[in-house]
C-alpha cells in the first residue's frame, strides 16, 4: 500500500448529487488535512484533523462536510456543489507534535473533480 | 496571514544544466519552516526539501539545494545536473511551528519546470 491513497481519482457529478471522497494514510500519522487546487491559485487549505478533533475550518463552505472517524481515515462529504467547485482535491497527511520530523506532510494522488 | 510568492510561473533549463527556482514569502514569525515540493503529471505532491528557520546552513538533497536568506525572506531552490525527471510543477510551502504542528501549509502558486532534452 502506498503512504496516502485517494479515492476515486475521477469524479464526475452534478450539482444535486451526494458524492464522498475517500482518503486511507498507511503511515501511522496523527494528523490529516483536504486541500483544494484549482488551476492558477496556490493550494487552499480546507479542513485539518489532528488526533481526529477538527482544528481549522477555512471559511469552507458547507456544502464541503469532512468526517475523520479514525487517524486513518477520511472522508470529504460534498452535496449541491457548483460548477466552481470543480478542482483536484488533495489529501495529506503528517505527524504533529514530533520535532521537525513532524511537520512533513505526505500527500496522496488526489481526485480530479467536475461538476457539471 | 502568511503569505508565498513564486514570481516565475514558468522556468525552461536544458538537461544537465543548473536551473534556481525563486520563492520570497512573508511571516511575523521568527521560527517557521520552508518546503520545496513537485507535482509531477501523476499529480502527486512529492517533498524535495526542508529547511527549518532557526538553521542557518542551507538544507541539501543530492541534486536539490537552497538558497535560505531569512533577513530578505527567500527561499530559491537549485536543481543542479538537470534531468528529463525533473520536469514537474514546483511549490514553495510554508508552515508555522505554533498550534503543535497542526498548521497546514500555506503554498505557492508553483512554478512549472521545462527540462529541454
Known amino acids: 500500500e502506498t503512504g496516502v491513497t485517494q479515492t476515486p481519482r475521477h469524479l464526475v457529478m452534478g450539482m444535486t448529487n451526494k458524492k464522498s471522497l475517500k482518503c486511507e494514510q498507511h503511515?501511522?500519522?496523527?494528523?490529516m488535512y483536504w486541500y483544494k487546487q484549482s488551476a492558477k491559485k496556490p493550494l487552499e487549505l480546507m479542513f485539518v484533523?489532528?488526533?481526529?478533533?477538527?482544528?481549522e475550518n477555512n471559511s469552507v463552505p458547507s456544502r464541503f462536510s469532512p468526517e475523520c472517524p479514525n487517524s486513518s481515515h477520511l472522508f470529504l462529504h460534498l452535496h449541491t456543489l457548483q460548477p466552481e467547485d470543480s478542482a483536484l482535491y488533495l489529501c495529506?497527511?503528517?505527524?504533529?507534535?514530533?520535532?521537525?520530523?513532524?511537520?512533513?506532510?505526505?500527500f496522496g494522488q488526489g481526485t480530479r473533480l467536475t461538476v457539471v | 496571514a502568511q503569505t508565498v510568492t513564486q514570481s516565475q510561473p514558468e522556468m525552461s533549463v536544458q538537461e544537465a544544466e543548473t536551473v534556481t527556482l525563486s520563492c520570497t514569502y512573508d511571516?511575523?514569525?521568527?521560527?517557521?519552516?520552508l518546503f520545496w515540493y513537485k507535482q509531477p503529471p501523476s499529480r502527486q505532491m512529492i517533498l524535495v526539501i526542508r529547511?527549518?528557520?532557526?538553521?542557518?546552513q542551507n538544507a541539501t538533497e543530492n541534486r536539490f539545494s537552497v538558497n535560505f536568506q531569512k533577513a530578505a525572506k527567500s527561499f530559491s531552490l537549485k536543481i543542479s545536473d538537470s534531468q528529463l525527471g525533473d520536469a514537474a510543477m514546483y511549490f514553495c510551502?510554508?508552515?508555522?511551528?505554533?498550534?503543535?504542528?497542526?498548521?497546514?501549509?500555506?503554498f505557492g502558486k508553483g512554478t512549472h519546470l521545462i527540462i529541454q532534452p
Open positions: 495529506a497527511s503528517s505527524q504533529v507534535g514530533a520535532g521537525p520530523r513532524g511537520t512533513e506532510a505526505f
Open positions: 503511515l501511522g500519522h496523527n494528523a
Open positions: 484533523y489532528s488526533l481526529e478533533e477538527r482544528v
Open positions: 511571516t511575523s514569525e521568527s521560527d517557521y519552516y
Open positions: 529547511q527549518e528557520a532557526y538553521k542557518q
Open positions: 510551502a510554508y508552515r508555522t511551528t505554533s498550534g503543535g504542528g497542526a498548521d497546514g501549509l500555506t
